[in-house]
């Protein structure tokens, strides 16, 4: 009985996305439709990112189990390394080393509660377009288009599959429309089988040893610090301590800690990090082009060095910079 | 003094090969510290040493061959043009101890000072990507391999197609925390997440 009324609603979901090139469509639901495809959908796949002139792939497995999500993602490129995914609890396993990283994402069970509270203005800062249709890794898309009302965020171009939405390449447009980034699935198989024990390292970290980032949750306020004025549509997210590791140790951020404050508008990311001013190591004040849609900003606030990072425009990270001041 | 430097020689070897007694040792090492040509033959017989060991470090002919060809590449390399850095080039001299590439005076082996750089970024980029989940640790064994992959503090400016890019392992760092905390998006699952897990960084 259940199955009709599901293919039912399907068919009504779909048809709602056939619309005319060049509307705009509710942002919200669209918003919903994508990430419950993601949520919902078993897939294995090829997954391309090619940034600032950089590429890298990794080899993706997802299943979902009830409310369970299980993903994998086994890196093609770089250092070796697989990442195992429960829900907002994510393992990095460095066979290289025999190091595992296990770490909780708070950030991965935000949505879809966010969307769909009320305080979700993702909508008064991004429009959404129907740009068109397009046949990716052998999929039938829909194109839409995210178009910044300013010029303090990037515009993206989603393909998102006809069927049941699952976003399978996303571009990130600079302020001219220009490519700055690109993620894609080069091949996808949607409702593949997947074995379950692919996904069931999780748990298994034998023979490695095992470490948990030491993150202090706190407040901006707490460690006196106050945005003196909000960047348009930049939300805090979250204000964590990264405690100072030895300066022994030989790291380059030497013995300090670091405050991470975190902000997103919805859609892009925004992370301010202050530390204690060093002399030595804090020399260069600027704008920097990570490659991609990341710049960085480093600014010097009497006793303190502050580094934005953000997938945005500099003028956003300018914005911040500027906005931070220290409590009287 | 011939015959003074082969008998000290002899026993630079003898303390390489492990054959001296801890008083004799002291002894030699004292030379070491104060004679400048006795601590270059010790640095002779330690890299003799590791050639002998390790029959991969010593150059083969085929070796030879493409140094050789890459010398006459060299040479047969057309001038490139002087590209200038941006605005806050001058400013950046002054202050920060970077390695330029591709800016002042073309020299004869720009080219392989070219790779080197990239090495560099690459080596940097690396380090970073091990360091990147590591550094929040206080781990005293932590500490330790991380003092053992130590990466060079210097910041590397590059020259690619769209301008400047600057490279600083500490930045790398922060970038890293930026990707583990940083996705706050609507579009983070899946593709956020995907993007952040598969990609670990520019600048290889």
């Not at chain 1, 639901?29 to 890298?56: D, K, N, P």
């Not at chain 1, 024990?197 to 407040?219: E, F, H, I, W």
């Not at chain 2, 061959?65 to 390399?77: D, G, P, T, V």
Request: hydrophobic share 40%; glycine share 8%.
């Amino acid at each position: 009985m259940l199955l009709p009324i599901a293919w039912c609603l399907c068919a009504m979901q779909s048809a709602a996305w056939a619309q005319p090139l060049g509307v705009e469509v509710p942002l919200n639901a669209w918003l919903m439709r994508v990430h419950q495809a993601a949520r919902q959908s078993v897939y294995t796949g090829t997954f391309v990112v090619s940034a600032g002139g950089a590429m890298a792939s990794a080899r993706i497995w997802h299943v979902c189990d009830g409310s369970q999500q299980l993903e994998r993602v086994e890196s093609l490129s770089g250092t070796p390394r697989a990442i195992y995914r429960r829900n907002d609890q994510v393992v990095t396993f460095f066979p290289q080393s025999r190091i595992a990283i296990a770490e909780v994402r708070e950030s991965l069970g935000l949505f879809p509660s966010l969307l769909k509270s009320s305080d979700s203005a993702i909508g008064d800062f991004y429009r959404l377009k129907v740009i068109g249709n397009d046949r990716i890794a052998g999929f039938d898309s829909d194109v839409f288009q995210l178009v910044p009302n300013d010029g303090l965020r990037y515009g993206y171009r989603v393909w998102s599959e006809k069927k049941a939405g699952l976003i399978i390449q996303l571009q990130t447009l600079g302020l001219d429309g220009k490519v700055l980034e690109q993620a894609a699935f080069s091949e996808l198989q949607l409702d593949a089988t997947v074995n379950v024990n692919k996904l069931s390292r999780m748990g298994n970290t034998d023979g490695y040893r095992v470490l948990r980032p030491d993150l202090q949750k706190t407040a901006a306020d707490a460690q006196g610090w106050v945005l003196q004025k909000e960047v348009d549509g930049f939300k805090p997210m979250a204000c964590y301590q990264r405690p100072a590791v030895s300066a022994a140790a030989g790291t380059v951020g030497g013995g300090q800690s670091t405050m991470q404050w975190t902000f997103s508008d919805g859609v892009a990311t925004v992370s301010l990090f202050v530390e204690a001013y060093d002399r030595q190591r804090h020399v260069r004040e600027g704008m920097t082009d990570m490659g991609g849609a990341t710049h960085t900003l480093t600014h010097r606030i009497h006793d303190w060095w502050v580094t934005v990072v953000g997938e945005v425009p500099p003028a956003t990270l300018h914005a911040f910079a500027q906005s931070l001041e220290r409590k009287k | 003094m011939g015959d003074l430097n082969s008998f000290s020689n002899e026993r630079i070897s003898a303390m390489v090969d492990g054959d001296l007694q801890s008083d004799e040792c002291g002894q030699i090492l004292d030379r070491l510290r104060e004679d400048a040509q006795s601590l270059e033959t010790w640095h002779v017989y330690q890299v003799v040493g590791d050639v002998l060991r390790s029959p991969e470090l010593a150059p083969t002919r085929s070796d030879m061959a493409f140094w050789e060809k890459l010398e006459q590449r060299l040479a047969l390399e057309p001038d490139r043009p002087n590209i200038a850095l941006n605005s806050d080039r001058s400013t950046m001299e002054k202050s920060t101890p970077v390695v330029m590439a591709n800016i002042g005076e073309i020299v004869a082996n720009e080219s392989v000072f070219h790779w080197k750089v990239l090495a560099g970024v690459a080596c940097t980029v690396l380090v970073s990507v091990v360091g990147s989940g590591l550094w929040t640790q206080t781990n005293s064994r932590i500490s330790q391999e991380l003092a053992s992959v130590k990466p060079a503090a210097a910041v590397v400016v590059m020259e690619t197609p769209v301008g400047s890019m600057l490279r600083d392992p500490r930045l790398d760092e922060l970038m890293a925390a930026h990707r583990q905390l940083g996705g706050h998006s609507a579009l983070q699952v899946p593709a956020g997440f995907l993007r952040n897990a598969t990609y670990e960084g520019t600048g290889r």
